[in-house]
């Protein structure tokens, strides 16, 4: 088992910034790939970006190149989502997700979410 904590959302205006933490517990050897989803209201989870736990190889989905910023610190099992340029639309629960090497998200860990609101 792989437990989950994710923290640091909030309410900020168009424009700002937050960072989201995402800190792993339990089987850590299970993290092969970290990655944040977010749900809006009304909207299906989306997912947002991820990171590959051994080097650090990124993905991001297109509407948050260039202004989100996905990182981990291995030492503390910890990863980060930097949100930057914030906008109403971006305004969603976001989750944090771990997945091993021959699974996908879904047969994967969750945490409980941390809301985001961007005012306009």
């Known amino acids: 088992q792989v437990q989950l904590v994710e923290s640091g959302g909030g309410l900020v205006q168009a424009g700002g910034s937050l960072r989201l933490s995402c800190a792993a517990s339990?089987?850590?050897?299970?993290?092969?790939?970290m990655g944040w989803f977010r749900q809006a209201p009304g909207k299906e989870r989306a997912f947002v970006a991820s990171i590959r736990w051994s080097d650090g190889r990124t993905d991001y989905v297109d509407f948050v190149k260039g202004r989100f910023t996905i990182s981990r610190d291995n030492a503390k099992n910890t990863a980060y989502l930097q949100m930057e340029s914030l906008k109403p639309e971006d305004t969603a629960i976001y989750y944090c997700?771990?997945?091993?090497?021959?699974?996908?998200?879904?047969?994967?860990?969750w945490g409980k979410g941390t809301q985001v609101t961007v005012s306009s």
């Open positions: 339990g089987r850590t050897s299970l993290l092969f790939r």
């Open positions: 997700a771990v997945r091993s090497e021959h699974s996908d998200y879904e047969s994967g860990y």
